[in-house]
């Protein structure tokens, strides 16, 4: 079988809008790739101004972030254009936000193939794990749980055990 390499114009694939469970603001995806033979979706996240995404984690794998532009807060540290992040299945990472907004090239090896979005908020006050649906080409969610989603809760004080526990290994 041959394989021809993906040539896309980020442009062509247009920005829709993205329901993160417990999210404050209006976030928008653009799918570059979805690879679900092997689990992994190659998106730019689009923060607006002022957004929030709770602190969290996901079961099935790993995620990256590169910023393209704008500003990235991660646990009140800043990144701007050039900062990398990267996170391994079940480290707590967030709350990620934006005060001007930003583009970030996101690469997560969990969401592929299933039809559901792996996220688990992990601050008080956001009622355990949820889980979105999605369809195959990432065009709509739902932050509505899905039927059969795990529930996982979490305090805050757990969230941040879990997170230094990442950090010693390496990962956060």
């Given at each position: 079988?041959?394989?021809s390499p993906l040539k896309?114009?980020?442009?062509?694939?247009?920005?829709?809008?993205?329901?993160?469970?417990?999210?404050?603001?209006?976030?928008?995806?653009?799918?570059?790739?979805?690879?679900?033979?092997?689990?992994?979706?190659?998106?730019?996240?689009?923060?607006?101004?002022?957004?929030?995404?709770?602190?969290?984690?996901?079961?099935?794998?790993?995620?990256?972030?590169?910023?393209?532009?704008?500003?990235?807060?991660?646990?009140?540290?800043?990144?701007?254009?050039?900062?990398?992040?990267?996170?391994?299945?079940?480290?707590?990472?967030?709350?990620?936000?934006?005060?001007?907004?930003?583009?970030?090239?996101?690469?997560?090896?969990?969401?592929?193939?299933?039809?559901?979005?792996?996220?688990?908020?992990?601050?008080?006050?956001?009622?355990?794990?949820?889980?979105?649906?999605?369809?195959?080409?990432?065009?709509?969610?739902?932050?509505?749980?899905?039927?059969?989603?795990?529930?996982?809760?979490?305090?805050?004080?757990?969230?941040?055990?879990?997170?230094?526990?990442?950090?010693?290994?390496?990962?956060?």
């Open positions: 079988m041959s394989q896309l114009a980020a442009d062509a694939a247009a920005p829709v809008v993205f329901e993160i469970p417990g999210a404050e603001g209006e976030f928008r995806v653009q799918i570059l790739n979805e690879d679900q033979e092997k689990g992994v979706v190659t998106a730019i996240i689009h923060l607006p101004p002022g957004g929030r995404i709770p602190a969290h984690f996901h079961e099935a794998g790993s995620e990256m972030h590169y910023v393209l532009e704008g500003d990235l807060t991660e646990n009140g540290e800043s990144f701007g254009p050039g900062g990398f992040l990267t996170f391994a299945a079940g480290v707590v990472h967030g709350p990620h936000g934006s005060e001007g907004g930003a583009r970030v090239l996101t690469v997560q090896q969990w969401q592929s193939g299933r039809g559901e979005f792996d996220f688990h908020p992990a601050e008080e006050g956001q009622g355990g794990a949820a889980a979105a649906s999605t369809d195959a080409a990432g065009e709509g969610t739902s932050g509505d749980a899905a039927a059969g989603a795990s529930v996982t809760d979490k305090s805050a004080a757990e969230a941040e055990a879990e997170r230094r526990r990442g950090e010693e290994k390496g990962y956060g």
